[in-house]
């Protein structure tokens, strides 16, 4: 059965860099039907796409965030990684790990998996 | 950019009751339309895709319909576990995926 956990510090300092990592099992990123996505939720608000990665290693990411935005795959480890810059208090949010669909799977582009998510606060 | 918009915000009903939910894109998307539930303190599930399929797991009180910009997400004899926020999310054109702000189902 799939499962999706996100891993990371839960707290990051104002200017500094959250990185993410979701570990993923019962699936293959490397497998090449799904892209593979972070996606974010600010206390009590909406959804925010954040970026999606293909085992390749292509990538797109939120315009709204691709300056300081880096996903990537580490097929090795059959893992996947998010890498925010210089964060602020706005970064405060629940980030979510989801497996996304492609062109070559019936639930397209959608998010048909996703992990618990984890809270990342920035504070000093 | 495409802008999702879901109506209504929040939407109190009794179970048993009928629900109809929402959601207007700012350009046509085609079929290419997802909704979610979330629960409190969870993730959110895929509820259906391709605007009118129904993930697996849910029952078929639950139907989506609608094409281009206009989706709605019914929602029949409601449950007590049906009362969740329900998101609309577009796929056709991305980046950027988008998301609908969420319209809140609760008990009256």
């Known amino acids: 059965q799939l499962r999706l956990q996100e891993s990371g510090p839960g707290l990051v300092k104002p200017s500094e860099t959250l990185s993410l990592t979701c570990i993923v099992s019962g699936d293959f990123i490397y497998s090449g039907a799904y892209y593979w996505a972070w996606i974010r939720q600010s206390p009590g608000k909406g959804l925010e796409w954040i970026g999606s990665v293909f085992y390749s290693g292509s990538s797109f990411s939120n315009p709204s965030l691709a300056s300081r935005v880096t996903v990537s795959a580490d097929t090795s480890q059959n893992q996947f990684s998010l890498t925010l810059t210089s964060v602020t208090a706005a970064d405060t949010a629940v980030y979510y790990c989801?497996?996304?669909?492609?062109?070559?799977?019936?639930?397209?582009?959608?998010?048909?998996?996703w992990g618990p998510g984890a809270l990342v606060t920035v504070s000093s | 950019e495409i802008v999702m918009t879901q109506s209504p915000a929040t939407l109190s009903l009794s179970p048993g009751e009928s629900a109809t939910l929402s959601c207007r894109a700012s350009?046509?998307?085609?079929?290419?339309l997802a909704w979610y539930q979330q629960k409190p303190g969870q993730a959110p599930r895929l509820l259906i895709f391709g605007a009118s399929t129904r993930a697996s797991g849910f029952p078929d009180r639950f139907s989506g319909s609608g094409s281009g910009t206009e989706f709605t997400l019914t929602i029949r004899s409601l449950q007590s576990e049906d009362f969740a926020v329900y998101y609309c999310?577009?796929?056709?054109?991305?980046?950027?995926?988008?998301f609908g702000p969420g319209t809140r189902l609760e008990i009256k």
């Open positions: 989801a497996r996304q669909g492609s062109e070559h799977t019936t639930t397209s582009f959608s998010f048909d998996f």
């Open positions: 999310q577009q796929y056709n054109n991305w980046p950027p995926i988008t």
């Open positions: 350009q046509s998307v085609g079929a290419n």
